[in-house]
């Protein structure tokens, strides 16, 4: 399976804005959505965000939901999230994710692969 490549993580103060990306995905047969999930210093993997690629549903965790959009451009196959009044518990790095998406906040049911993951700091 083709390993995501994120980008577009960097340094932005508290209240900024940051447009992450990724490419060159495949999905495979158990696979039905991809998004992003997040992994801070000394902290677990949490899912932020998931779309599935069927219907286009998405899925947000609470603490992202209102801040963080996802999309999908199928025509340049990449996927964007859009994240806005970052704070500084958003710092993480942020991994480009398919696997099956699930309800109810947890936002993925399981992931099958993720790409090396890009930086994203908030601090002023």
């Known amino acids: 399976q083709v390993q995501p490549v994120e980008s577009g993580g960097g340094l932005v103060q508290p209240g900024g804005s940051l447009r992450l990306s990724c490419t060159g995905f495949?999905?495979?047969?158990?696979?039905?959505?991809i998004g992003w999930f997040r992994q801070a210093p000394g902290k677990e993997r949490e899912g932020v965000s998931c779309i599935n690629r069927s219907d286009g549903t998405t899925y947000y965790s609470a603490f992202v939901e209102g801040r963080f959009t996802i999309s999908r451009n199928n025509a340049e196959n990449t996927l964007y999230l859009q994240m806005n009044s970052l704070n500084p518990e958003d710092t993480a790095v942020y991994y480009c994710?398919?696997?099956?998406?699930?309800?109810?906040?947890?936002?993925?049911?399981?992931?099958?692969?993720w790409g090396q993951g890009t930086q994203v700091t908030v601090s002023s």
């Open positions: 495949g999905f495979g047969l158990d696979d039905d959505g």
């Open positions: 994710a398919i696997g099956v998406c699930t309800s109810g906040g947890a936002v993925w049911y399981s992931i099958s692969s």
